[in-house]
């Protein structure tokens, strides 16, 4: 599986963003799917995910509330719908296929696309 993160940009705080990341490959839609982000000079961390068939999510204590995971899988996309957003929330965000549910253990990364957030 091969990922392409995009939707990255400048906003203001209060704001809101759309990232998208699209899929190559004909398993995507058997992967569970999930956003992770990199502050500068901080770990990445998990932002949330979501299982193969979008029925179910899961969002870090963080964003829950403000951030929506969804997918398309006749598009192979996944979202990400970023609301009320704060400078914290600025990072490279990336998509990745999950190597489970839940968890950090990663099959596939896509690239990172930049959000930046003012305040």
């Known amino acids: 599986v091969q990922l392409q993160a995009s939707g990255g940009g400048l906003v203001q705080a209060g704001g809101s963003l759309r990232l998208s990341c699209a899929a190559s490959?004909?398993?995507?839609?058997?992967?569970?799917m999930g956003w992770f982000r990199q502050a500068p000079g901080k770990e990445r961390e998990s932002v949330g995910g979501?299982?193969?068939?979008?029925?179910?999510?899961y969002y870090a204590d963080s964003v829950k509330g403000r951030f929506t995971i969804s997918r398309d899988n006749a598009k192979n996309t996944v979202y990400l719908q970023m609301n009320s957003l704060k400078p914290e929330d600025t990072a490279v965000y990336y998509c990745?296929?999950?190597?489970?549910?839940?968890?950090?253990?990663?099959?596939?990364w896509g690239q990172g696309t930049l959000v930046t957030v003012s305040s």
């Open positions: 490959g004909r398993t995507f839609s058997s992967y569970n």
């Open positions: 990745a296929a999950l190597a489970g549910w839940a968890t950090k253990r990663v099959d596939y």
């Open positions: 979501i299982n193969w068939s979008g029925a179910s999510t």
